[in-house]
């Protein structure tokens, strides 16, 4: 079984610093995918980053870059330059296998509060 | 058009009545998703629907029914609720319902429903 585990349940950073937001998953899946999207308070999820388990790269869009450690099993989701409207839940997960098709696991979440 | 459009944003209801949630998007994505959101928790799956196929039904009770009826729309039919079902329904879409490379869920803001 799939298993995502984010331990911070809350961060604050002051606007323009950067963040990190971790991310650890579990699963003994060889190709697998690990997203990272936003929900701000009106409750829509809003798609950030994505990374594959055989990108060797770390992915990168705008602000928002993902360090992948793959031996490590953890996905962290680093935000640079913060922004008053980056306050929001923010949700790890990754794509499941579940009987040949491809859903999305979540993890609990962590709440990204951006103080001027 | 990259949007997925929920239509009622808010919904209240007794435990007697039946109605309807909807969901439409016109990117030619052929799977379509029903995730159910409690407050301050991550989202669970309820059903998939592969090219208009259901797919996956995550063993929801059956006062809940959803519908297909194209390739652009996705309902989902309510009726004899409790209040324990009031939460946040997200419908997603994506390109492909099988396991492939990103295959990125894209969310509706999401319908608020509220059983009373």
């Known amino acids: 079984a799939q298993k995502i585990t984010q331990t911070q349940p809350g961060m604050f950073v002051q606007e323009k610093e950067a963040v990190t937001l971790d991310c650890t998953y579990d699963?003994?899946?060889?190709?697998?995918?690990l997203f990272w999207y936003k929900q701000p308070s009106s409750g829509e999820m809003i798609f950030l980053i994505y990374?594959?388990?055989?990108?060797?790269q770390n992915a990168t869009e705008g602000r928002y870059s993902l360090n992948f450690q793959k031996a490590r099993k953890s996905a962290n989701l680093v935000i640079s330059a913060s922004q008053l409207g980056d306050s929001a839940m923010y949700f790890c997960?990754?794509?499941?296998?579940?009987?040949?098709?491809?859903?999305?696991?979540f993890g609990k979440g962590t709440m990204l509060l951006v103080s001027p | 058009d990259t949007e997925v459009t929920q239509t009622p944003k808010h919904l209240v209801m007794g435990m007697t009545n039946k109605k309807s949630l909807k969901c439409e998007q016109h990117?030619?994505?052929?799977?379509m998703y029903w995730y159910k959101q409690k407050a301050k928790k991550p989202p669970e799956l309820m059903f998939v629907?592969?090219?208009?196929?259901?797919?996956i039904n995550e063993s929801v009770p059956s006062r809940f029914s959803p519908e297909c009826p194209n390739s652009s729309l996705l309902n989902l039919h309510l009726h004899a609720l409790q209040p324990e079902d009031s939460a946040l329904y997200l419908c997603?879409?994506?390109?492909?319902?099988?396991?492939?490379?990103?295959?990125?869920?894209?969310f509706g803001a999401g319908s608020r429903l509220t059983v009373l």
């Open positions: 997603a879409s994506s390109l492909k319902g099988a396991l492939s490379g990103a295959n990125v869920l894209t």
């Open positions: 699963t003994s899946d060889q190709s697998y995918g």
């Open positions: 990374q594959g388990s055989y990108d060797e």
């Open positions: 997960a990754m794509r499941s296998r579940n009987s040949g098709y491809s859903t999305l696991t």
């Open positions: 990117m030619g994505h052929r799977a």
């Open positions: 629907y592969s090219y208009e196929k259901l797919s």
